[in-house]
Nanobody, 119 residues
């Protein structure tokens, strides 16, 4: 099992920045991919960014490319999401998730952190 705890959400004005952190614990050696997802009120949860745990390869949703950066610190079992040029449509609950080797989906999830961007 992998446990995840997010932090860093909050209220920010449009154009501002926030950095989210996700600390992983437990069977971290089994992690293959980490990801950030978000869910706005009344909408489905969608992928924002992912990063491979060993090689650091990244992928982004089109809506955040050029504004968000995902990174990881393997030594501290932490993944980050740097969010710049925030827009009101980025308002959502952001979740950290982990996928482990020999599994196809993200099986471990954090509790979520609220990000609110005011116009």
């Amino acid at each position: 099992q992998v446990q995840l705890v997010e932090s860093g959400g909050g209220l920010v004005q449009a154009g501002g920045s926030l950095r989210l952190s996700c600390a992983a614990s437990g069977r971290t050696f089994s992690i293959s991919v980490m990801g950030w997802f978000r869910q706005a009120p009344g909408k489905e949860r969608t992928s924002v960014a992912t990063i491979t745990w060993s090689g650091g390869s990244t992928s982004y949703a089109d809506s955040v490319k050029g504004r968000f950066t995902i990174s990881r610190d393997n030594a501290n079992n932490t993944v980050y999401l740097q969010m710049n040029s925030l827009k009101p449509e980025d308002t959502a609950v952001y979740y950290c998730a982990a996928r482990v080797y020999q599994r196809t989906g993200f099986g471990s999830w954090g509790q979520g952190t609220q990000v609110t961007v005011s116009s």
